[in-house]
């Protein structure tokens, strides 16, 4: 592997996000904010609590889609940007160290401390993280565990890294080359698992896992 | 005026982001809109844009209540230079109050963030989408004036995503 992930990781990390006299950040090609964490888990944990069990799954699957697309349009934002190019091209020799570096910035950019495992090119990609925000979400349970997987921004994102790297070309609409890959998440830490893991797949290929 | 401080750390070891000791993550105006169309898309499941709202407003309220007692900030005109530093500093956009008192006020934004984002994303809407600059200032005017969240309603009467040259607030306690 060409990519130096500690060095993306401590570059991309002190890239400048501060705001214009417009109070936006434009960065990556998109415009970036820096919120607490805790907005985002409050949202997504408030939207899934009160609804039914058999309705649950339906917000989670609209939260990982919120996420999927979004990793899709930021992701092509981030490797198609000029602080990709500075820090991260020179490493870049093929499409699977264009995944590894994406990773990486995902990292930087306090998403989660998330690795490749295992990657089979066009078909399949394993990701680890030992270390992800969304877990906090367990916090707010009873003996620190909560009750069901909660990582929809990594599932999302993951997802859609692999409809970049292998689904075709850049959609700006969406309509093609988006959801072509879908994620699964197997372990997570905010259910007491040691690390979380997420497992994604062509799209036809989902429901096996 | 008031002046905000500051201070970002990175966790090398944890590859966390903090602002003043606060856990905050790096995302987008995809990401911001998309859970915005999503509070919209499962109002027949969940009444999303009230979550939106509110968690927006609890969360912020704790970021600046927290703020003003960290720094001993009790000045209403200090509190508000504060909140209106923040609002900019976090890539919210730029907010102008052109009212305020305990009963309410109004906010003016000449940038909005979301309104922004979503322009860029998908163009123009025929309702306004500011759920989180809303929450935004219900949690700000809580903490500036000491009350408890849920004291204030916020509603958009003007709005940048409907075409307007800026959005503004209406509070009411």
């Known amino acids: 592997m060409a990519i130096d992930r500690n060095k993306v990781i401590e570059d991309m990390s002190k890239v400048s996000v501060g705001a214009n006299k417009d109070g936006i950040i434009p960065a990556f090609n998109v415009l970036v904010n820096q919120w607490p964490a805790a907005f985002w888990n409050e949202f997504s944990k408030r939207m899934i609590e009160p609804v039914d069990d058999d309705i649950k799954e339906d917000v989670e699957g609209l939260l990982i889609n919120a996420a999927h697309e979004c990793g899709y349009h930021t992701g092509y934002g981030i490797i198609t940007s000029k602080e990709w190019d500075a820090a991260v091209k020179p490493m870049v020799e093929n499409v699977e160290d264009v995944l590894h570096g994406a990773f990486a910035v995902f990292t930087a950019w306090g998403w989660a401390d998330a690795e490749i495992m295992e990657l089979v090119p066009g078909e399949k990609m394993v990701v680890r993280s030992y270390n992800y925000y969304e877990a906090d979400i367990a916090e707010a349970y009873p003996g620190k565990k909560a009750p069901r997987l909660s990582a929809h921004m990594i599932r999302g994102v993951c997802g859609a890294f692999m409809d970049l790297a292998y689904g075709g070309d850049y959609d700006s609409t969406g309509n093609s080359g988006l959801y072509t890959f879908r994620c699964k998440q197997t372990k997570g830490i905010e259910c007491g698992d040691e690390y979380g893991e997420f497992i994604a797949v062509k799209s036809e290929e989902y429901e096996k896992l | ?173």
């Open chain 2, 1 to 173: 005026m008031a002046e905000l401080k500051l201070t970002h750390t990175f966790d090398a070891k944890n590859k966390r982001h903090f602002l003043n000791n606060r856990l905050t993550v790096l995302h987008c105006h995809h990401y911001a809109t998309l859970f915005t169309q999503l509070s919209l898309d499962a109002k027949d499941i969940v009444d999303g844009t009230r979550i939106l709202q509110e968690s927006t407003e609890d969360v912020f309220y704790n970021v600046l209540t927290a703020y003003y007692k960290e720094n001993g900030i009790t000045d209403t005109s200090d509190r508000i230079d504060i909140a209106v530093q923040m609002f900019s500093a976090i890539g919210m956009g730029k907010m102008v109050v052109a009212a305020s008192d305990t009963s309410g006020g109004e906010i003016a934004m000449p940038h909005a963030y979301v309104d922004e984002g979503w322009l860029k994303k998908w163009g123009k809407n025929k309702e306004p989408v500011n759920f989180i600059g809303a929450g935004y200032t219900a949690g700000m005017f809580a903490a500036v004036f000491d009350k408890p969240t849920r004291t204030y309603s916020v509603t958009e009467t003007k709005s940048k995503v409907m075409g307007a040259d800026e959005s503004r607030f209406k509070v009411t306690g």
